[in-house]
């Protein structure tokens, strides 16, 4: 995936790629790289500049109707490295 916007004030790009694997009919597993040229940091209220980003995901359908998630991603910029883990439970009704 690529997308890319450009006029005469603002400029700006990303590109990704990823792949998945389903490990069994309970467990998925995808991981992931990305490049912007400017990311929004929303835990750090920030904008950064030339950011690589590598993740992993995995999904573990607990029942019928829960799931839990969980996400490790790498932000590496030219100032510094930030290392973000997510945890989800879903349950729907």
Do not use: C, P, Q
């Amino acid at each position: 995936m690529a997308t890319g916007f450009d006029s005469s004030r603002n400029e700006t790009a990303a590109v990704s790629g990823h792949a998945a694997y389903r490990l069994n009919a309970k467990v998925d597993l995808s991981g992931g790289v990305d490049y912007s040229y400017f990311k929004y940091d929303f835990f750090l209220n920030t904008e950064r500049e030339d950011v690589w980003t590598y993740w992993v995901k995995a999904r573990w359908k607990l029942a019928r109707k829960t799931t839990l998630d969980g996400e490790v991603s790498i932000d590496n910029d030219r100032f510094d490295t930030y290392t973000t883990v997510l945890l989800r439970v879903t349950v729907r009704w």
